[in-house]
């Protein structure tokens, strides 16, 4: 069973809709989540990261945790056809209190908005 | 914020020769620097995590004494891939952690072995 798995899609979805990508963990132990985007060809990039149960909001995004069905979401409000991209979930399960416990990452989601 | 550089950004390199990947902090110190391996439309891959001044650990799977990690000061990282064979060919991507376990990646290295 993969640590992080996520819907490798393509999602696809029309430009001014809302995008909604869904990932689910295996570690309990897990406490940091973390959203992606990786254009083709280049790196990753963060941009979401969530701790607590609930949703948090930044712009556009809306990321929402579950740590009781281990659930993380992302949700892109007005999504534009910049947004196409792979979106990589990842989760962190802190080693003795640090910040350097092994980041496992999904296989990605591809997104794709069309005009 | 924090910025991670990678350099060089591709190498095309023959069989049987070896390939060394800088990864610096550009504006902060980097105790510990990850190395991570990306195939075509795969994830990415954790080969090793980097300490500076230390030993650096692998990932099962990954050779050690085919990729070298050297961490010699708070702000730079270098990986060797030694005697490269066409199946080293990758996207390789180091990154530092932030505050609360959040990873700033480099732009990664486009690394082709012929």
């Known amino acids: 069973q993969k640590e992080v798995e996520q819907n490798s899609g393509p999602l696809s979805v029309p430009e001014g809709a809302i995008a909604s990508l869904n990932c689910t963990y295996s570690?309990?132990?897990?406490?940091?989540f973390f959203w992606y985007r990786q254009y083709s060809g280049k790196s990753p990039e963060l941009i979401m990261s969530?701790?607590?149960?609930g949703d948090k909001e930044d712009g556009r995004f809306t990321a929402q945790l579950n740590k009781a069905s281990q659930y993380v979401s992302l949700l892109i409000r007005d999504s534009q056809p910049s947004d196409s991209a792979t979106y990589l979930c990842?989760?962190?399960?802190?080693?003795?209190?640090?910040?350097?416990?092994?980041?496992?990452f999904g296989q990605g989601t591809i997104l794709t908005v069309h005009p | 914020g924090a910025v991670v550089s990678q350099h060089p950004s591709r190498v095309i390199c023959k069989s049987g020769t070896s390939v060394k990947i800088e990864c610096r902090s550009l504006?902060?110190?980097?105790?510990?620097m990850f190395w991570y391996r990306q195939f075509p439309k795969q994830s990415l891959m954790l080969m090793a995590t980097?300490?500076?001044?230390?030993?650096?650990?692998?990932e099962q799977g990954v050779e050690k004494d085919k990729f070298l990690i050297n961490h010699a000061s708070l702000t730079l990282s270098t990986l060797t891939v030694t005697s490269a064979h066409p199946e080293d060919s990758s996207f390789y991507i180091c990154?530092?952690?932030?505050?609360?376990?959040?990873?700033?990646f480099g732009p990664g290295t486009r690394l082709t072995v012929l």
């Open positions: 990154s530092a952690s932030v505050r609360r376990g959040g990873r700033v």
């Open positions: 570690d309990r132990g897990s406490q940091s």
């Open positions: 969530i701790y607590s149960n």
């Open positions: 990842a989760s962190l399960a802190n080693a003795g209190g640090t910040s350097y416990g092994k980041l496992t």
């Open positions: 504006d902060f110190q980097a105790t510990t």
């Open positions: 980097s300490n500076e001044g230390s030993k650096a650990t692998y």
